[in-house]
Nanobody, 124 residues
Framework: DVQLQASGGGLVQAGGSLRLSCAAS????????IGWFRQAPGKEREGVSF????????YYADSVNGRFTISSDNSKKTMYLQMNNLKPEDTAVYYC?????????????????WGKGTLVTVSS
């Protein structure tokens, strides 16, 4: 069975940091583009960051660029999202996802596999 297990969320004060992890299993991790997405209450799911397996390019939403860093350890089939200088507007449920042949510009609907999400709450 395909599984994506996200962890690392929690409550943090503005300006703080968190590191999210996502362990994958049940599919060939190296063949899939991977990314992090988030959904705040009452808002649509949005892309946060993305790695293309084709050329290892990374992509970031403008709102997190310079504060968040996506990475992966393919030997562990795990992706990470280092989040620094967190802001209250970063509060959301964060999801990891994998998509075969998807691109950052296709958006979250192009991703094939999803984790259950981990809640990040940033207090002011």
């Amino acid at each position: 069975d395909v599984q994506l297990q996200a962890s690392g969320g929690g409550l943090v004060q503005a300006g703080g940091s968190l590191r999210l992890s996502c362990a994958a299993s049940g599919f060939t991790f190296d063949d899939y583009n991977i990314g992090w997405f988030r959904q705040a209450p009452g808002k649509e799911r949005e892309g946060v960051s993305f790695i293309s397996t084709t050329d290892h390019s990374t992509y970031y939403a403008d709102s997190v660029n310079g504060r968040f860093t996506i990475s992966s350890d393919n030997s562990k089939k795990t992706m990470y999202l280092q989040m620094n200088n967190l802001k209250p507007e970063d509060t959301a449920v964060y999801y990891c996802a994998a998509g075969y042949g998807s691109s950052w510009y296709d958006g979250w609907r192009a991703m094939d596999y999803w984790g259950k999400g981990t809640l990040v709450t940033v207090s002011s």
